[in-house]
Protein backbone atom coordinates (compact mmCIF):
# COMPACT_ATOMS: atom_id res chain seq x y z
CA UNK A 1 0.00 0.00 0.00
CA UNK A 2 1.00 3.87 -0.38
CA UNK A 3 3.07 5.01 1.95
CA UNK A 4 4.50 8.70 2.92
CA UNK A 5 6.99 9.61 5.31
CA UNK A 6 7.76 13.27 5.82
CA UNK A 7 10.91 14.27 7.08
CA UNK A 8 12.76 18.00 7.50
CA UNK A 9 10.72 19.82 9.96
CA UNK A 10 11.49 21.85 12.42
CA UNK A 11 12.40 25.43 14.37
CA UNK A 12 13.73 28.28 12.06
CA UNK A 13 13.80 31.69 13.10
CA UNK A 14 11.65 34.05 10.62
CA UNK A 15 13.65 34.76 7.08
CA UNK A 16 14.97 31.55 7.31
CA UNK A 17 14.78 28.57 5.22
CA UNK A 18 14.13 24.36 5.33
CA UNK A 19 13.44 21.75 3.19
CA UNK A 20 10.98 18.68 3.46
CA UNK A 21 11.04 15.77 2.18
CA UNK A 22 8.33 13.28 0.99
CA UNK A 23 9.54 9.85 0.67
CA UNK A 24 7.18 7.60 -1.44
CA UNK A 25 6.54 3.66 -1.47
CA UNK A 26 3.74 1.56 -2.86
CA UNK A 27 2.52 4.09 -5.55
CA UNK A 28 0.42 2.75 -7.68
CA UNK A 29 0.49 3.71 -11.47
CA UNK A 30 -2.14 5.74 -11.27
CA UNK A 31 -0.22 8.40 -9.16
CA UNK A 32 -1.12 11.99 -11.07
CA UNK A 33 -0.19 14.48 -8.08
CA UNK A 34 1.31 14.76 -5.20
CA UNK A 35 0.73 17.49 -2.95
CA UNK A 36 1.73 19.58 0.54
CA UNK A 37 -0.88 20.93 2.79
CA UNK A 38 -0.51 22.81 6.33
CA UNK A 39 -2.78 22.54 9.05
CA UNK A 40 -1.71 25.30 12.15
CA UNK A 41 -3.50 24.49 15.10
CA UNK A 42 -7.46 25.30 15.18
CA UNK A 43 -7.68 25.94 11.59
CA UNK A 44 -8.59 23.79 8.66
CA UNK A 45 -5.89 21.87 6.34
CA UNK A 46 -4.75 24.10 3.51
CA UNK A 47 -3.53 23.96 0.44
CA UNK A 48 0.24 24.66 0.31
CA UNK A 49 1.96 23.16 -3.24
CA UNK A 50 1.12 20.63 -5.15
CA UNK A 51 3.32 18.85 -8.84
CA UNK A 52 2.00 16.27 -11.35
CA UNK A 53 4.01 12.95 -10.93
CA UNK A 54 4.47 12.85 -14.76
CA UNK A 55 4.64 16.11 -16.27
CA UNK A 56 6.19 18.05 -13.15
CA UNK A 57 3.46 20.40 -13.75
CA UNK A 58 3.70 22.99 -10.72
CA UNK A 59 0.82 24.37 -8.49
CA UNK A 60 0.95 26.74 -5.07
CA UNK A 61 -1.30 28.55 -2.68
CA UNK A 62 -1.34 32.38 -2.61
CA UNK A 63 0.27 32.82 0.34
CA UNK A 64 3.61 30.42 -0.32
CA UNK A 65 3.67 31.53 -3.71
CA UNK A 66 6.87 32.97 -4.68
CA UNK A 67 9.10 31.70 -1.46
CA UNK A 68 7.52 27.86 -1.77
CA UNK A 69 9.17 25.76 -4.58
CA UNK A 70 7.92 22.23 -5.06
CA UNK A 71 10.07 19.55 -6.95
CA UNK A 72 10.28 15.68 -7.48
CA UNK A 73 12.66 12.87 -8.18
CA UNK A 74 10.90 10.39 -9.82
CA UNK A 75 14.25 7.85 -9.32
CA UNK A 76 13.74 8.17 -5.63
CA UNK A 77 10.35 8.49 -5.40
CA UNK A 78 10.73 11.67 -3.08
CA UNK A 79 8.63 15.15 -3.28
CA UNK A 80 10.49 18.21 -2.04
CA UNK A 81 9.26 21.03 -0.35
CA UNK A 82 11.80 24.52 -0.19
CA UNK A 83 10.93 26.81 2.12
CA UNK A 84 12.85 30.24 2.05
CA UNK A 85 11.97 33.43 3.52
CA UNK A 86 9.46 31.94 6.32
CA UNK A 87 7.25 33.77 8.25
CA UNK A 88 5.61 33.08 11.75
CA UNK A 89 2.24 32.34 10.13
CA UNK A 90 3.83 29.45 8.26
CA UNK A 91 4.36 27.64 11.44
CA UNK A 92 1.68 24.71 11.09
CA UNK A 93 1.97 20.48 10.83
CA UNK A 94 2.99 19.69 7.15
CA UNK A 95 1.45 17.15 5.40
CA UNK A 96 2.53 15.41 2.02
CA UNK A 97 -0.48 13.91 0.18
CA UNK A 98 -0.83 11.16 -2.79
CA UNK A 99 -3.95 11.52 -5.69
CA UNK A 100 -5.02 9.79 -8.83
CA UNK A 101 -7.07 11.58 -11.65
CA UNK A 102 -10.04 12.70 -9.62
CA UNK A 103 -13.01 15.45 -10.70
CA UNK A 104 -11.74 17.44 -7.56
CA UNK A 105 -8.92 20.14 -7.90
CA UNK A 106 -5.57 19.46 -7.58
CA UNK A 107 -6.16 22.40 -4.35
CA UNK A 108 -8.54 20.49 -2.82
CA UNK A 109 -7.48 17.81 -0.20
CA UNK A 110 -10.26 15.87 -1.61
CA UNK A 111 -8.10 15.31 -4.75
CA UNK A 112 -5.28 13.14 -2.52
CA UNK A 113 -6.06 9.54 -1.08
CA UNK A 114 -3.09 8.95 0.66
CA UNK A 115 -1.57 11.06 3.32
CA UNK A 116 1.62 11.19 5.66
CA UNK A 117 1.53 11.57 8.64
CA UNK A 118 2.71 15.18 9.02
CA UNK A 119 5.76 17.24 10.00
CA UNK A 120 5.72 20.00 12.25
CA UNK A 121 7.73 23.41 11.09
CA UNK A 122 7.85 26.40 13.40
CA UNK A 123 8.78 29.37 12.42
CA UNK A 124 9.64 32.11 15.33
CA UNK A 125 9.29 35.76 15.25
Known amino acids: QVQLVESGGGLVQAGGSLRLSCAAS????????MGWFRQAPGKEREFVAA????????YYGDSVNFRFTISRDKAKNTVYLQMNSLKPEDTAVYYC??????????????????WGQGTQVTVSS
Open 26 to 33: GLPISTYV
Open 51 to 58: ITWSGGNT
Open 97 to 114: AEGGRSLYSIYSKNAYGH
